[in-house]
Nanobody, 123 residues
Framework: QVQLVESGGGLVQAGDSLRLSCAASGRTFSNYDMGWFRQAPGKEREFVAS????????IYAGSVKGRFTISRDNAKNTEYLRMNSLKPEDTAIYYC????????????????WGQGTQVTVSS
């Protein structure tokens, strides 16, 4: 089982940037696809972005495409989410997720989850 710990959240103004990190431990990081999800108050958790085990494949939600960039460093057992041009509607708890690599499982099927990091964007 893999353990995930997010960091990097905070309070920023609209238009600012943040980089979230997710540190993984417990298993071989390069065996896992990784994802980011978010949940705003009163809303369902939603998909943000995914990256495959090698970093060679990525996919984004339409609402963040062009503003957010997912990446990973397998040598550091860490995935990242670079968020640019932040908007108030990006305010949410951001969760890191992992699954044993299988890109055919689609955007939302993940098995392991972090505790989340809060991102708040003021207008």
């Amino acid at each position: 089982q893999v353990q995930l710990v997010e960091s990097g959240g905070g309070l920023v103004q609209a238009g600012d940037s943040l980089r979230l990190s997710c540190a993984a431990s417990g298993r071989t990081f390069s065996n896992y696809d990784m994802g980011w999800f978010r949940q705003a108050p009163g809303k369902e958790r939603e998909f943000v972005a995914s990256i495959n085990w090698s970093g060679g494949r990525t996919i984004y939600a339409g609402s963040v495409k062009g503003r957010f960039t997912i990446s990973r460093d397998n040598a550091k057992n860490t995935e990242y989410l670079r968020m640019n041009s932040l908007k108030p509607e990006d305010t949410a708890i951001y969760y890191c997720a992992a699954r044993v690599t299988n890109w055919d499982r689609g955007e939302t099927e993940y098995d392991y989850w972090g505790q989340g990091t809060q991102v708040t964007v003021s207008s």
